[in-house]
């Protein structure tokens, strides 16, 4: 994705990848080569030294993880699990805030 | 209950397809099935399907497809309605969003199962063409079009010619930005004209036909601004062929060297109004008119096309109503707020609102849905409409039928008395939902709603108009609120720039900012607290609107900030 906000990145700090998949748009994050999750909390933390290669190489075999967009997330240094620093990165990790029944780990459960 | 208004063989209130555009839409379909399929299998690029789906009404927002679903002039019979229902059931998430351009989102939908809804749409005569992309969208339309007692002239037949005109029309399938048009019939302005690339009100013609004022250059994002009125005696025989000399002037001046300069509105503030008229009129003069021509013949081939309600209402319809209104008082304020005078006697249009206490504006329920197309079958010949309010509207109501149709409504929920007033919010999905928005709009519209739930209080405060956006492609038409409320995005988080003394209608003008963006906790009280700045300095009948244009923004600006 082209837009500005995806690549605000401070030079300290780690980011996670993300991705819409292709087929159903929805969201996922990167949890190895080739891996993905609904969940950020299975997310690869990558430094952000490390992070535009990172980048670079899973937009590289998008088409064949049927993925689109993918780019990557500063996330909170103080946090256990991965949090992205930005309201719009939380809503896109944690669902809507105004549907408490589509947020992914809702979703997780209902599946369970 | 009244049986079932029996359905006439065209739908009501809007033009019936025939076999042509039927097998025009079959075509659409499973072209853009080939196109997915070849996306799915990597023969198309994103970059390359893009554009391919957006033209289809797909958006990627932030956390799935949306597929935004055209609604003509705002118009939908109760056979659509189900469709719709069935679709937001099968492949969505049980509910859809009534939009301020009178269409439908669905926010949960699948790549894969695009092509068969679009099959299913145009199984119904619907589609999801040109809701996206740099082309002449949905042509808008007042919600009380060949209704209201103060309409001149019923605006939907030229609303339909130019739908049909501007759809896949070659030369403007790629303009520098894309372009609204807004059409009315009435000389109260309930469509926004002034706001709209281009804005028509249709009106009697010295001669017994019909002519239109045309206003050009308005719009909302970034740059806000009231359009110029540049013409009040645009003949019905020269609307496609003044249009189109209109769009092409845009077309070829307008910029495309920067996305925040190529709306129109940028062109007609550069050449001037008259500037911008010179070359329309030169452009026109130009035209092979016999061949753009709208002779009296085709508006009347259009409007046979169109189903025609048989408006009988018995004699006492009005007594009735008069005794039930007496007789329950909630049904009286229901009547008060969320109905509009019918031009025929005994008839009366119904507002239903979609803006429940501590709701999300402009959803509705798969049920819902279901609802509404079975009463308006009972109650309305089968027409319904989509408002820009993101409410819906039953048109032609017996009188002496309301009172049943709104206990129908409550039992779905469907029964809020608040339209125009502090409860009826416009609000785009914001970031809950958009990957444009920087804040969310749908939470402080929730919280706003809540906070002025009590009917009582919501009539105390009278008509009074907020507006919200998530950012400043001003989709919950934030500039035209009379409160308008503004996501921006600090650093990452979401505050809030309040913006006063915007309106839509045809006193319209653009709100003007207060202050300094307020954080998200602070915003709800600070519009408590100049709510009860105007209560305190309001005189005699004045909206807040009248109260901030005579006193200014001073005290509203020390309401809000004094302990911020």
């Keep these: 994705m082209s837009d500005v906000r995806n690549n605000r990145r401070e030079a300290g700090g780690s980011s996670v990848i993300t991705a819409n998949r292709l087929l159903d748009g929805r969201i996922v994050w990167q949890v190895a080569e080739g891996d993905w999750s609904p969940m950020i909390k299975d997310a690869r933390i990558i430094p952000n030294a490390e992070i535009e290669a990172a980048i670079a190489q899973a937009a590289a075999r998008q088409q064949a993880d049927g993925l689109v967009g993918v780019y990557g997330v500063q996330i909170e240094s103080d946090e256990a699990a991965p949090t992205p620093v930005t309201v719009r990165e939380r809503i896109r990790a944690f669902g809507p805030t105004v549907h408490p029944d589509f947020t992914p780990a809702a979703e997780l459960e209902a599946h369970a | ?564």
């Design chain 2, 1 to 564: 209950m009244p049986d079932t208004i029996p359905a006439p063989a065209l739908p009501v209130g809007h033009y019936g397809y025939d076999q042509v555009d039927r097998a025009f839409l079959a075509d659409r379909v499973e072209q853009f099935r080939d196109q997915v399929a070849r996306r799915i299998a990597g023969t198309l690029s994103e970059d390359e399907f893009k554009p391919l789906r957006l033209m289809n009404g797909l958006y990627l927002q932030l956390h799935a497809y949306m597929l935004r679903v055209a609604i003509p002039y705002g118009v939908l019979d109760s056979r659509q309605m189900r469709e719709l229902a069935h679709i937001a059931r099968t492949y969505d998430r049980d509910y859809g969003h009534f939009t301020t351009r009178q269409n439908l989102q669905f926010n949960w939908i699948r790549l894969e199962d695009t092509p068969d809804i679009l099959a299913r749409l145009a199984d119904v005569d619907m589609h999801a063409i040109q809701t996206s992309g740099n082309c002449i969208r949905n042509v808008t339309c007042d919600q009380f079009a060949g209704a209201a007692q103060d309409e001149l002239v019923d605006p939907r037949v030229h609303a339909e010619i130019l739908r049909q005109w501007s759809t896949l029309h070659p030369e403007f399938t790629f303009l520098p930005r894309k372009f609204k048009i807004a059409i009315s019939g009435s000389p109260n302005d309930r469509v926004a004209a002034r706001f709209h690339d281009i804005g028509l009100v249709a009106k009697p013609a010295p001669d017994g036909g019909t002519q239109f004022d045309v206003f050009v250059g308005g719009g909302m994002g970034r740059t806000p601004i009231v359009g110029v009125h540049l013409r009040d005696d645009l003949p019905e025989e020269d609307l496609l062929a003044y249009l189109e000399a209109m769009v092409r002037v845009y077309n070829e001046y307008g910029r495309r060297d920067n996305i925040y300069k190529a709306r129109i509105k940028i062109l007609v503030q550069a050449l001037g109004t008259e500037g911008y008229r010179q070359k329309v009129d030169a452009e026109f003069a130009s035209m092979n008119r016999a061949r753009y021509r709208l002779p009296p013949e085709t508006v009347a081939a259009i409007r046979a096309r169109f189903g025609t309600p048989d408006l009988n209402a018995p004699d006492d319809a009005a007594a009735q109503f008069d005794r039930a209104r007496r007789a329950d008082p909630a049904f009286d304020r229901w009547v008060r707020t969320n109905t509009h005078p019918h031009r025929a006697p005994g008839y009366i249009s119904a507002v239903i609102s979609l803006k429940p206490a501590g709701g999300i504006p402009g959803d509705a329920t798969s049920a819902q849905m279901d609802t509404v197309a079975d009463l308006a079958d009972r109650y309305a010949f089968g027409e319904i409409r989509v408002t820009h309010m993101q409410n819906l509207v039953l048109g032609h109501v017996r009188q002496d039928e309301l009172h049943a149709l709104w206990q129908a409504l409550r039992a779905a929920d469907l029964a809020s008395a608040n339209i125009g007033l502090i409860g009826d919010i416009i609000a785009c999905p914001g970031l809950d939902y958009c990957a444009l928005a920087n804040a969310r709009s749908i939470p402080i519209a929730q919280k706003l709603g809540a906070r002025f739930a009590s009917p009582e209080l919501q009539e105390t405060i009278g008509p009074i108009e907020i507006k919200i956006s998530g950012c400043i492609n001003a989709c919950g038409h934030h500039h035209a609120g009379h409160i308008g409320i503004l996501g921006v995005d600090k650093k990452g988080e979401e505050f809030f720039q309040l913006t006063l003394g915007g309106s839509p209608g045809s006193d319209a003008s653009v709100g003007q900012i207060l202050g300094p963006a307020l954080p998200e906790d602070a915003t709800v009280d600070a519009i408590a607290r100049l709510v009860d700045a105007y209560l305190v300095h309001r005189t005699g009948g004045e909206r807040f609107l009248d109260t901030y244009r005579r006193l200014g923004a001073a005290l509203f600006k020390d309401a809000v900030y004094a302990t911020a």
